[in-house]
């Protein structure tokens, strides 16, 4: 095993354990802790294949907006501190169901398409990924450019509902 892939292994056992730590843990807050975590573990592995401003765009969009947008919008609730409900038996095993089938697709992509290691350098500039997110041609990424700014409203808005207090009712 080469250092290469044990530095792989590392990054991506460090992604999926943060990752499963976010969806089951019960206190919202460190939920969005732990989702921070895996986001960074993800610029880490843009960091490590050598696509810097991917990277940092990874940072900059999901560490730096939506999650902070989140953890701002669980601090306004009043429950930020309390633990949330346990999931229904039900929704436990569908969940658990859909990690084996995941699995097992993936696997399958894999024995069928084979993913060989190539040893060509990927060489990409920030000018060059800057005129394909612009470009509007084949080979442009403009529409998934716009798609970022919609998560981020989208962010926006899901962080206003939760931050969004009831008001107490009145017996008129």
Not at 21 to 44: M, N
Not at 50 to 58: G, K, L, M, P
Not at 102 to 113: C, K, N, Q, S, V
Request: contains cysteine; aromatic residues 14%; hydrophobic residues 55%.
């Amino acid at each position: 095993m080469t250092a290469t892939q044990i530095i792989f292994y590392i990054l991506s056992a460090f992604i999926l354990g943060t990752a499963i730590l976010s969806v089951t843990t019960r206190k919202i807050f460190r939920s969005a802790i732990w989702l921070l975590f895996s986001l960074i573990g993800i610029a880490g592995l843009y960091f490590w294949l050598e696509v810097e401003f991917i990277a940092a765009v990874q940072i900059v969009v999901y560490v730096g907006g939506i999650v902070v947008l989140i953890i701002f919008s669980i601090f306004l609730t009043q429950q930020s501190g309390k633990e949330m409900p346990k999931a229904p038996l039900v929704r436990t095993v569908a969940a658990s169901l859909a990690v084996v089938f995941g699995f097992a697709f993936t696997w399958l992509l894999i024995r069928d398409y084979g993913f060989e290691a190539g040893n060509k350098k990927f060489e990409w500039s920030v000018g060059k990924i800057g005129a394909h997110m612009m470009s509007t041609k084949e080979g442009g990424y403009a529409l998934p450019f716009e798609v970022v700014s919609i998560l981020l409203l989208a962010a926006m808005i899901g962080c206003i509902v939760i931050a969004m207090k009831s008001k107490p009712e009145s017996n008129e």
